[in-house]
């Protein structure tokens, strides 16, 4: 009987001391979201080189200055060309992306036409190399980057005259110089690598060209040669520089 009453007390101290223990222990930590997570934005920033390919029409119009005067016609030289680029770009805080950028290329873009003036000789003409050397202003959309492009272009310009089939006479390789514009729109698809689809009108001064035979450098004639370019290419680049970083 004296255990049971001594169990008895010991319960109810028990319960009598359990709330205050309790009350002074820490709330339970509240349920909360886990941190939602923070989108990354590309950086186009960086130095970057690549290569290029694609095609390319030209018109080519001449026009003797001796010994006749006059229009001998026109013809579209056409033809793949490929080559490669390097630049450097730098992007803003307002995703403004800024940037210069050299390419050259190797180049088959052909084309003639019967003379209008003698109708016995062809006018041949080809386009082996070109050059561009621009500024970029653009704007992008995380990895995408619309750009547009204006520069000098300079190109290696090749004339020649046939008859009976074969080149009788040509005129000395001419590097011609002129501008460009033109624009494009890239993606990226690896931390560092982007490719671009790009459009490229070359804008190609006129020149004064001296035909000499093949044989004894006689002169035939002078002429006039004038004609733009049209180009569009695929690009794909590597570039070094610009993490990507946390967009807020």
Not at 9 to 17: F, R
Not at 93 to 106: N, R, T
Not at 167 to 180: L, Q
Not at 190 to 203: D, G, I, R, V
Request: neutral net charge; glycine residues 14%; hydrophobic residues 45%.
């Amino acid at each position: 009987m004296k255990r049971l009453l001594l169990g008895a007390v010991a319960l109810i101290a028990l319960g009598a001391v359990a709330p205050a223990v309790a009350a002074d222990l820490p709330p339970a930590p509240a349920y909360s979201k886990a941190p939602s997570m923070v989108p990354l934005a590309y950086d186009w920033s960086g130095v970057y080189v690549g290569f290029n390919g694609g095609w390319g029409t030209s018109n080519r119009c001449f026009n003797q200055t001796g010994p006749a005067i006059g229009s001998e016609g026109c013809h579209t030289t056409s033809g793949g060309f490929a080559g490669a680029q390097a630049g450097y770009r730098w992007q803003t805080a307002s995703s403004w992306v800024w940037g210069f950028e050299a390419q050259g290329d190797w180049a088959s873009l052909r084309g003639s036409n019967i003379s209008l003036i003698t109708p016995a000789d062809i006018n041949r003409s080809r386009i082996d190399a070109f050059g561009l050397f621009t500024g970029q202003v653009g704007y992008a959309w995380n990895t995408a980057l619309l750009y547009f492009k204006a520069g000098g272009a300079v190109i290696a310009d090749r004339n020649d005259l046939i008859t009976a089939g074969a080149v009788f006479a040509n005129a000395a390789g001419d590097n011609r110089w002129g501008g460009t514009v033109g624009g494009g729109i890239e993606f990226a698809f690896a931390p560092n690598w982007s490719a671009a689809f790009e459009y490229n009108h070359l804008f190609i001064a006129n020149n004064n060209t001296t035909f000499t035979t093949t044989v004894g450098s006689n002169v035939v004639s002078g002429d006039r040669i004038r004609g733009d370019a049209d180009l569009v290419s695929v690009h794909v680049n590597y570039r070094w520089g610009g993490p990507v970083v946390a967009k807020y």
